[in-house]
T-cell receptor, first 114, second 112 residues
Framework: AQTVTQSQPEMSVQEAETVTLSCTYDTSESDYYLFWYKQPPSRQMILVIRQEAYKQQNATENRFSVNFQKAAKSFSLKISDSQLGDAAMYFCAYIGGSQGNLIFGKGTKLSVKP | SAVISQKPSRDICQRGTSLTIQCQVD?????MFWYRQQPGQSLTLIAT?????????ESGFVIDKFPISRPNLTFSTLTVSNMSPEDSSIYLC?????????FGPGTRLTVL
């Protein structure tokens, strides 16, 4: 069965600094997608970035980028120039090639210090 | 894209009662799922809502406790039956079309 592991329950970053959130996954599938979602307190889940497994190039969305290491089954999220609005729970998620359900990690709570 | 609405957005219920949560998508989707998110926790899949047939439940979740319907491609309901305080949680509808995922706003349930 596929699993997603986020080993950092909480992280903290100074405003304007850079932070990296870790995620590893386990799968035997060759075709899959990986996602980072942001969940602000009491608010709806927001897609931050997604990565197709067949693409070697790391996905980038403005201040957010990923380091996708397929062989190592690692998918970390880097947030550059952190802002107060980045404070939230961040979930790493996986979906396999059979287009089943999303599998979520346990989440990392990110705090941003002014 | 697709927009998902859920009703109710929140409710406070007495133990032993049942609550039905509705999930409506504004366009056709391939799959619909129901998740539970307990306070401070991650999202756990309850079941896949299958159109016109019985839902597919994950380990630890049973149809008698969480009956699910999906009469068409854009609508599904989840009932939380015979509630106890341990059922207090956010219940989330997620729909998919290909590899695109769409999230409902969630239903915050408190059981007293």
């Amino acid at each position: 069965a596929q699993t997603v592991t986020q080993s950092q329950p909480e992280m903290s970053v100074q405003e304007a600094e850079t932070v990296t959130l870790s995620c590893t996954y386990d799968t035997s599938e060759s075709d899959y997608y990986l996602f980072w979602y942001k969940q602000p307190p009491s608010r709806q889940m927001i897609l931050v970035i997604r990565q197709e497994a067949y693409k070697q190039q790391n996905a980038t969305e403005n201040r957010f980028s990923v380091n996708f290491q397929k062989a190592a089954k690692s998918f970390s999220l880097k947030i550059s120039d952190s802002q107060l609005g980045d404070a939230a729970m961040y979930f790493c998620a996986y979906i396999g090639g059979s287009q089943g359900n999303l599998i979520f990690g346990k989440g990392t709570k990110l705090s941003v210090k002014p | 894209s697709a927009v998902i609405s859920q009703k109710p957005s929140r409710d406070i219920c007495q133990r032993g009662t049942s609550l039905t949560i509705q999930c409506q998508v504004d366009s056709q989707v391939t799959m619909m799922f129901w998740y539970r998110q307990q306070p401070g926790q991650s999202l756990t899949l309850i079941a896949t809502a299958n159109q016109g047939s019985e839902a597919t439940y994950e380990s630890g979740f049973v149809i008698d406790k969480f009956p699910i319907s999906r009469p068409n491609l854009t609508f599904s309901t989840l009932t939380v039956s015979n509630m106890s305080p341990e059922d207090s949680s956010i219940y989330l509808c997620i729909a998919s079309r290909g590899f695109w995922q769409f999230f409902g706003p969630g239903t915050r349930l408190t059981v007293l």
